[in-house]
């Protein structure tokens, strides 16, 4: 069964410190991953994706995530947070061959000024 | 430039009671998807439609009904709500394309807030 984690129920980080997002994933054959952000109050809004090629993905909003098939992770990052970036994350893994997404629990980040 | 559009927004509803989300979207897609979020829960697939006429049940079905009479509209139904129903409830859709010009992207509505009391 396909499964997606995200370890942090919460990470803080300071305006201008880097940051980071955990994601594992555990699915059969290659999959499709991704990062969405859910501001309060509004629906999920898509960040970036891995489907093939090179392992560093980047995307909107200065974030970017690196694909680690040994580890099957896919943390997303940002060498700069803002305090705008404060919302909910979700990573989301697609297996190959499937138009459904499974999404992790969601990790809250919170950007103090 | 409307994109996944979910009516209402906000909605109280009694135990028994029963009522529809509404869904549409203007992209085309044939993709369309009825998600649940729970704090802490992540988003949980309910049904999902790969085109007009076709739908499938996700994770968490039951005391859900969907249909898909057109390509732009994909409503839910509660028949008999019950108090475990109090979510948030969010719509999506996917072009549905595969091949390397594919998106792969779904595309939110900003979500309905369900209390049933």
């Known amino acids: 069964a396909q499964s997606v984690a995200q370890p942090e129920d919460q990470v803080n980080v300071a305006e201008g410190n880097p940051l980071t997002v955990k994601c594992t994933y555990s699915?059969?054959?290659?999959?499709?991953l991704f990062w969405y952000v859910q501001y309060p109050n509004r629906g999920l809004q898509f960040l970036l994706k891995?489907?093939?090629?090179?392992?560093l993905v980047k995307g909107s909003y200065g974030f970017e995530a690196e694909f680690n098939k040994s580890q099957t992770s896919f943390h997303l990052k940002k060498p700069s947070a803002l305090v705008s970036d404060s919302a909910l994350y979700f990573c989301?893994?697609?297996?190959?061959?499937?138009?459904?997404?499974?999404f992790g629990t969601g990790t809250r980040l919170l950007v103090s000024p | 430039n409307a994109g996944v559009t979910q009516t209402p927004k906000f909605r109280i509803l009694k135990i028994g009671q029963s009522m529809t989300l509404q869904c549409t979207q203007d992209?085309?897609?044939?993709?369309m998807y009825w998600y649940r979020q729970d704090p802490g829960m992540g988003l949980k697939l309910i049904y999902y439609?790969?085109?007009?006429?076709?739908?499938d049940k996700g994770e968490v079905p039951n005391g859900y009904n969907v249909s898909r009479s057109t390509t732009e509209d994909f409503p839910l139904r509660l028949e008999l709500a019950a108090p475990s129903q109090t979510s948030v409830y969010f719509c999506?859709?996917?072009?549905?394309?595969?091949?390397?010009?594919?998106?792969?992207?779904?595309?939110f509505g900003a979500g309905t807030r369900l209390s049933v009391l």
């Open positions: 891995y489907i093939t090629g090179d392992n």
């Open positions: 989301a893994v697609r297996p190959t061959g499937f138009q459904k997404l499974v």
């Open positions: 992209m085309n897609h044939n993709y």
């Open positions: 999506a859709s996917n072009e549905g394309k595969g091949g390397v010009l594919a998106k792969n992207i779904q595309y």
């Open positions: 699915v059969s054959g290659n999959p499709y």
């Open positions: 439609s790969v085109g007009a006429g076709i739908t």
